[in-house]
């Protein structure tokens, strides 16, 4: 009998430890799922876990072989300029990405570092300055960095026209909250022209900077997960964090001093790299929108997500990021 087409398939841990055990030469090779996702991450223990490392297989419909190798091109040089990240490893033969044949096809898959430490939800105050030093760092070195152009830009049209586009059917019979948001996306729009966006410090963004994408090992930081890295606006990962803090202060686990004081100790480690002009900080709150625009516009293409683009649960997301704007901008733009 035939094999019936699958849309995406989950690869047998077992037979993903007995594939590193061939390609890597590792003994006593264990695989457990931990994640689905852009793609499924799997833990890897060898040697009676004594090492452990991440591996990534990406789902074919989300993530070329094209924009796979730019991620992992971006972050070995980043390793070689001794930024803190999480690295691709080569197998046996030198080979960084490897492909398997899958129900569905072909599926490609890398194997990463594991970051040392742990996740930190609230920061200590030199943590903070760490994680602000050192995402200046990857800045600095990132501008620098020629890539294949392979990846996405992060602009208005990416981040606020193209996704609302996609998530019309998101806001069901609500027009009128989806025109309300059309009318943000432009004011917007209009708001960062008028601060030049265009002519401020562009280069490489994370552009998923949350405390879950970076593990500390007590004030060492090391970041991982650069799936969604584009290209746009240096101040996109300042806001991520930024998004980070008014969430802590929404849902009740922060006070709204305790995060400016601790946006401000990030800011100042950030600026003993790389000086914040006074138009870049005003950015800042105005690139938020688009950032939960984005994701929310990524989630209709991807079956994990999709109840999280239901009109009833759209619009509790909805309501929260009008939350976070007013909070950031005091109303100035008339969300």
């Not at 309300?180 to 960062?192: F, N, Y």
């Not at 991982?224 to 300042?238: E, R, S």
Request: net charge neutral; glycine share 6%.
């Amino acid at each position: 009998m035939n094999l019936f087409p699958a849309s995406y398939s989950t690869l047998s841990s077992s037979a993903l430890a007995a594939f590193i055990h061939q390609k890597y030469g590792w003994a006593a090779v264990e695989c457990k799922m931990i994640l689905r996702g852009v793609g499924d991450s799997y833990l890897i223990t060898v040697w009676g876990g004594a090492e452990r490392y991440i591996l990534r297989v990406y789902r074919p419909d989300q993530r070329n072989l094209a924009q796979i190798t730019a991620e992992t091109s971006l972050l070995l040089t980043l390793k070689q300029k001794d930024i803190p990240v999480s690295w691709p490893v080569k197998d046996l033969s030198g080979t960084i990405v490897q492909t398997v044949k899958a129900v569905e096809g072909r599926r490609h898959m890398v194997l990463f570092t594991y970051a040392p430490g742990t996740t930190v939800p609230k920061l200590n105050e030199r943590q903070l300055h760490t994680l602000g030093f050192q995402m200046a760092r990857f800045h600095e070195a990132s501008r620098v960095i020629e890539l294949p152009d392979q990846r996405w830009i992060f602009d208005t049209e990416t981040t606020l026209f193209k996704p609302l586009k996609l998530l019309r059917d998101a806001f069901g019979e609500d027009t009128e909250g989806y025109q309300r948001m059309q009318e943000t996306a432009g004011t917007i729009s209009r708001k960062l022209k008028a601060l030049g966006a265009d002519s401020l410090p562009f280069g490489c963004c994370h552009f998923d900077l949350l405390p879950k994408n970076f593990h500390f090992e007590g004030d060492s930081i090391t970041f991982f997960d650069f799936d969604f890295f584009g290209f746009g606006l240096l101040a996109n990962d300042i806001m991520v964090f930024r998004q980070h803090l008014l969430m802590e202060v929404n849902f009740g686990r922060m006070t709204r001093q305790e995060a400016d004081r601790a946006y401000a100790l990030f800011l100042a480690g950030y600026q003993e790299v790389r000086p914040l002009s006074s138009r870049e900080l005003e950015v800042v709150p105005y690139l938020g929108v688009g950032w939960w625009l984005f994701y929310a516009g990524f989630h209709t293409t991807h079956d994990q997500f999709y109840p999280l683009v239901q009109p009833a649960h759209f619009k509790l997301r909805v309501n929260l990021m009008r939350k976070l704007m007013e909070m950031d901008t005091e109303t100035q733009t008339g969300v």
